[in-house]
């Protein structure tokens, strides 16, 4: 038996027999040199096995701690005060623990990514089979980010269950660094939050990967079918089914129940936030129409709850408001509860019979229920939504206030401003009760978009007004047209459309990837997410979408009635719009950037993720952008695009992440890197010029992801067309030349076509750059080179002569 180290054995009727079975040493190493793959240095890195990477990172985009709070309450020796950077009783500075803060954030986001990646696997195992292969699209690199991180290359479900061994024993060893006593150095915790930020993309892609191979979702489809969305596509004469929340293995069986007794057209079913887009994708590979709709984002589930729409409610996990169960009881909705993650204190009824658990719920026994077994549920929730529809039909229920009631309701108000001070956006309530009293409820209105529907400004208000259910009846008018579309979750881009478009990125001719991700708590309302998305499509940009942020921006039409998905084509080329699907899917959008390093530059993926990085890092523009990041998991994604060099930009609410990881383009040391061809010293552009960092306005984020996918690499003609659109776009939003875009200049080919005269003059009289006007070309000035062979990279070893 010594010998045995691939393959199976079996032993019948065992009887007092020992086995002992020891360590299995280099087993990814083993396997990949059986299948002829190469593996890099790093499989399966601990904590500190890319530290050497972070700290390269760390030394260019250091971090910016912005406190929220100066205290620590983390053990009883606390609650201890760190301000002015002062220790706590147990010696960590006020540094240290930002970064604590925002390492405990981060890997709580991976946690969420990777227990519903545990969850969905387990599930899809235990009714397609370990051996059930993973299937996504025309790809021989299916799994980019679990081949980087592990060396493992999955082909199966069974094969996925030891990369999420993997993550889940390193978020273990994090979050046991979170403990007092553990990590005293910020740069650490830093590095650390890198770690974890990757091994979420690891554990979204593990969900994605399964739920895509298994649910018949689209396999890397540009023509994934467009689907309705928007809170006036439901059709409230119908029983309406609502589902909240992020992991669709449940809710598939409930789409199953209503496809098999023909109840399509009979009752509406919907859903809120990334569970409503899987839905969407669930199945539609085989060319079937999505069942589904889709209402919105997380900002539009109290909205919902409050129109006393839903006749039943089921949830989740992820993202779920607390009270669903308590709002939900108000207007008599049952609510359902799916997942061991969000439980509301409900009875489990798992075990018992579904007409059972209908007769209890439709005769307000119980206000809901747990119901753990799927089966089960798909039987529930469809049938019990039938039947409450006539029973709160019958009830009358009155969900918002009638236009007599908005008008008392407006006169109670005694402008103490307590609401606005409470509201995230402080949006203009006083004002809008003031032209309540008058019978004016525009101003009410105009409130709608903006509102993240938190209710706290009910909480607030002395007077007991029911601010955001006054918002939500004003606009009903508004709410009935809020239908628009969006192209369902398509999955990977495949290896065919790396090999078409990896070189136009690579060389800068195809101007960069905006990926437009995360949640809805936006500054000022979802159509900025349109304007930006709009105007870097014009130009050319590949923009990416994903989660709520792909969701809001089908929201809305331009002059000719058409949405952007309708707009532009949905291929991975230039001025191109993809919807990669739900969170999970935007392991897709980092996974696509190792892709261009493998397909493109033939890189070796395996194992080998600094010098994947280190390649995305040099040559790939691509910016993220989480305009209305609100969540955990969303500071988890953009740490583990920063892992790869790939800069994110969020909205003014994402500087209470804490910090920001920001470099001093002033600081000319800080932008050199090594030449791969003989290990010299080169100086590259100070772009991009940070790996997280907020913007305030659109207008400032437009030009800034424009210069953000400025690469060292980009040939002339590519670093012309990136500068082109970075001066205009300051021009024409910020209303002026950008200052720096002179240190963009290599030779004068890298200068705008039409404006390179002009462009010149400017060159030599206000930086006293030499020029030559006969045959306008520049003989002096700039401090880079353009060298079309040189091999960009920050890792040493990587270049000739090293090892
Ligand atoms: S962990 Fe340290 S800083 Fe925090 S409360 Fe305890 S002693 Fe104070
Ligand atoms: S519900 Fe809307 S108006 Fe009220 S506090 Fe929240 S965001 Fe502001
Ligand atoms: S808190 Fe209530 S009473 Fe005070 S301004 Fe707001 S709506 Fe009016």
Known sequence: MSDLETGQFSIDDLENVQITIGKIVGAIEKKAKEEGVEVGPTPKPGISGLRDWDYTLLSRYQPVYTPVCDQCCYCTFGKCDLSGNKEGAC???????????????????????????????????????????????????????????????????GDLEEVMDYVEEQLTQLLATIHAGQEGAAIDFESKILHGGMLDHVGMEVSDLAQISCLGMPKSDPEAPLVE??????????PVLVVIGHNVAGVTNIMDYIHDHGLEDKMELAGLCCTAIDMTRYQTDQGQKPQAKVIGTLAKELKMIRSGVPDVIVVDEQCVRADVLDEAKKLSIPVITTNEKIMYGL??????????IIEDLSTFKEPGALILDFDVLGEVAPELTLKMSKIREEMGIKALPSEEELQELSAKCVQCGACEMDCPDNLPIMEAMRAG???????????????????????????????????????????????????????????????????????????????????????????????????????????????????????????????????????????????????????????????????????????????????????????????????????????????????????????????????????????????????????????????????????????????????????????????????????????????????????????????????????????????????????????????VSAQPTNVKRLCKGEC
């Open 229 to 238: 969305i928007g809170m006036g596509c439901i059709d409230s004469s119908k």
């Open 437 to 787: 009293v008058d019978k004016d409820f525009s101003k009410f209105e105009h409130l709608h978009d903006k509102c993240i529907a938190c209710g706290r400004c009910d909480q607030a208000c002395p007077k007991d007004i029911p601010v955001l259910n006054m918002i939500e009846k004003a606009s009903q008018k508004l709410i009935r047209e809020e239908k628009g579309l969006m192209r369902a979750g398509r999955g990977q881009i495949s290896d065919p459309e790396i090999r078409e478009e990896g070189v136009n990125l690579v060389l800068g001719t195809t101007p960069g990837i905006v990926a437009m991700v995360g949640c809805s708590n936006y500054p000022d309302g979802t159509k900025d997410l349109y304007k930006v998305a709009d105007e870097m499509l014009k130009r050319n940009y590949i923009v990416v979408m994903s989660g709520c942020s792909a969701m809001d921006l089908g929201m809305y039409k331009n002059e000719d009635g058409e949405t952007l998905y309708e707009k532009y084509p949905a291929k991975f080329l230039a001025g191109n719009l993809i919807n990669v699907g739900s969170c999970v899917s935007n392991s897709h959008i980092t996974g696509t950037a190792i892709k261009v390093a493998a397909i493109f530059a033939q890189r070796n993926v395996s194992g080998n993720y600094e010098e994947i990085a280190d390649y995305i890092t040099n040559r790939i523009g691509a910016v993220g952008v989480a305009w209305g990041a609100y969540s955990q998991k969303a500071a988890s994604i953009a740490s583990g695009c920063n892992r790869l060099g790939i800069p994110v930009v969020v909205g003014p609410h994402g500087s209470k992440y804490r910090r920001a990881l920001i470099g001093k383009p002033y600081q000319e040391e800080d932008w050199k890197v090594f030449d791969a061809r003989d290990g010299s010293e080169m100086p590259i552009p100070a772009a991009p010029e940070f790996l997280l960092t907020t913007a305030e306005s659109i207008e400032e984020l437009l030009p800034m992801l424009a210069k953000n996918c400025i690469r060292p690499s980009d040939n002339n003609m590519g670093r012309m067309i990136k500068l082109t659109h970075y001066m205009e776009l300051s021009q024409k939003y910020l209303g002026h030349m950008p200052e720096d875009w002179y240190k963009f200049v290599r030779t004068e080919t890298d200068l705008p076509l039409a404006k390179r005269e002009e462009l010149l003059k400017i060159l030599e009289a206000d930086h006293g750059w030499e020029i030559d006007w006969k045959r306008k070309k520049i003989l002096s000035g700039p401090t880079m080179k353009s060298e």
């Open 347 to 356: 009875r489990n009824r798992s075990e018992d019979s579904a007409a059972d």
């Open 91 to 157: 010696g960590i500075n006020m540094e240290a623990h930002q970064a604590r803060e925002t390492l405990l954030r981060v890997i709580t986001g991976a946690a969420a990514h990777a227990g519903h990646g545990r969850h969905i696997l387990h599930h899809l195992i235990d009714l397609y089979g370990e051996d059930q292969p993973i299937e996504v699209g025309p790809s021989n690199l299916i799994a980019p980010n679990t081949q980087a991180v592990t060396g493992i290359k999955p082909e199966t479900l």
